[in-house]
């Protein structure tokens, strides 16, 4: 096991919530990147947090924002949900510095916006 | 053209074949290769690193021509327990430095062995 841990596992909202998903960094990693995969597709970048600051974003509009804590744990909050932001959300941590390239996934929130 | 792009698949072959997967990647100033494996409603998990020309674990080798911008996977002698997706990840660097990099990752080949 990678030693990532997320929480809740699976979560059901309806269209216009808000939601705030959770993740575990392995230990000694200081790098926390969100990814989200929809059905048949491969994980896409979200964020990535960095010493408690986000360090590069992907394609994902404002309303996707997340936060590092001083422990390396991070959250992603959704705003605004739609019903095409159902999906599997992967936290991955690495290490971040020379020869920290390789990212380790958590086992994934499973959202459905209903 | 995709970032990453892999063989749509499937991919159903018997026990004891050997099957190749292919990637293409667009960002020329990737530097690290991975290929994941992805099993159904679970988490994508590091399969192999690809860093330089090539390596090899066990029955699992894997290629890269960085002048095609080019990856492979070859897995020889298939187990049952091979069946999941494989997926093709190629890193970009963050703009942000510190050595921190997002993962762009293919659509990923299904691949199913049959006994």
């Known amino acids: 096991e990678t030693g990532v841990t997320q929480s809740p596992t699976h979560l059901i909202k309806t269209r216009g919530q808000q939601v705030t998903l959770r993740c575990s960094s392995q230990s000694g990693h200081n790098t926390v990147s969100w990814y989200q995969q929809a059905l048949g597709q491969g994980p896409q970048f979200i964020f990535q947090?960095?010493?408690?600051?986000?360090?590069g974003r992907g394609n994902f509009p404002p309303r996707f924002s997340g936060l590092q804590f001083p422990n390396y744990s991070s959250e992603l909050n959704v705003n605004a949900l739609e019903l095409d932001d159902s999906a599997l959300y992967l936290c991955?941590?690495?290490?971040?510095?020379?020869?920290?390239?390789?990212?380790?996934f958590g086992p994934g929130t499973r959202l459905t916006v209903t | 053209r995709k970032e990453v792009e892999q063989d749509p698949g499937p991919f159903n072959v018997p026990e004891g074949a050997t099957v190749a997967f292919n990637c293409t990647y667009s960002n020329s100033a990737s530097q690290s290769f991975f290929w994941y494996r992805q099993d159904c409603r679970k988490e994508p998990k590091l399969l192999m690193s690809v860093y330089s020309s090539g390596n090899e674990d066990g029955r699992f080798t894997a290629q890269l021509n960085r002048a095609s911008q080019y990856i492979s996977l070859l897995i020889r002698d298939s187990k049952l327990s091979d069946s999941a997706t494989y997926l093709c990840v190629v890193d970009q660097a963050l703009h942000s430095g510190a050595g921190s990099y997002q993962l762009t990752f293919g659509k990923g080949t299904k691949l199913s062995v049959i006994p």
């Open positions: 947090y960095y010493r408690e600051e986000e360090n």
């Open positions: 991955a941590s690495s290490l971040a510095g020379p020869g920290g390239y390789e990212q380790y």
